[in-house]
């Protein structure tokens, strides 16, 4: 048989080859391993079994490669993250309130594996900042953070920046 589908369907036995020895009178001593259709279809069934090992193995090779560089860029966006929000207040005057007005900021991207081990820094930008008081950060967790407005200012927008050391 000479069709490739029949040598995908052999196994691979590697033959140990020998040669055939004659003595000085020309009677064999030693009959060597034939070459045969046999031994031929098996070294086939080898090359092409390699072949498709190396061709798996690109493939997870590739695979891995992309998962390295998704890993990779997980750091990256854990390493340092920056963005903005605002605090808007609910009481009229900002004197009188039940609570302190506060902004859930939501992390995008890769959840923060060293959660709560970061530090966000918050710096604000617009709005009425000498009136802002001051701006706290808590409740950190791996997707997000909260910040809270202690002062009386109806609305301050603020600059955060997630530093992550550890990553």
């Given amino acids: 048989m000479s069709d490739t589908k029949y040598l995908r369907t052999l196994q691979y036995e590697p033959t140990e080859w020998e040669d055939r020895v004659k003595d000085q009178n020309g ?4 009959e060597g391993t034939p070459v045969n259709e046999v031994n031929l279809n098996n070294i086939e069934a080898g090359i092409l079994l390699a072949h498709y ?17 998704l890993e990779i860029e997980k750091y990256k966006k854990q390493r340092l993250l920056q963005g ?3 605090i808007t ?4 005057n900002g004197y009188f309130r039940d609570s302190e007005p506060f902004v859930q900021v939501s992390l995008t991207g890769f959840a923060q594996i060293n959660a709560p081990n970061y530090d966000v820094l918050v710096t604000p930008i617009s709005g009425d900042a000498g009136l802002a008081g001051r701006l706290e950060v808590y409740d950190k967790t791996q997707n997000g953070f909260k910040v809270r407005m202690t002062g009386s200012a109806q609305s301050v927008t603020f600059l955060w920046t997630l530093i992550n050391p550890a990553v």
Wanted: a neutral charge; hydrophobic letters at 50%; charged letters at 5%.
């Fill in 27 to 30: 009677n064999v001593l030693v």
């Fill in 53 to 69: 090992d190396i061709g798996v193995l690109v493939a997870f090779l590739a695979q891995q490669t992309n998962l390295n560089k």
């Fill in 84 to 86: 903005q929000a605002t």
């Fill in 89 to 92: 207040s609910s009481a009229s």
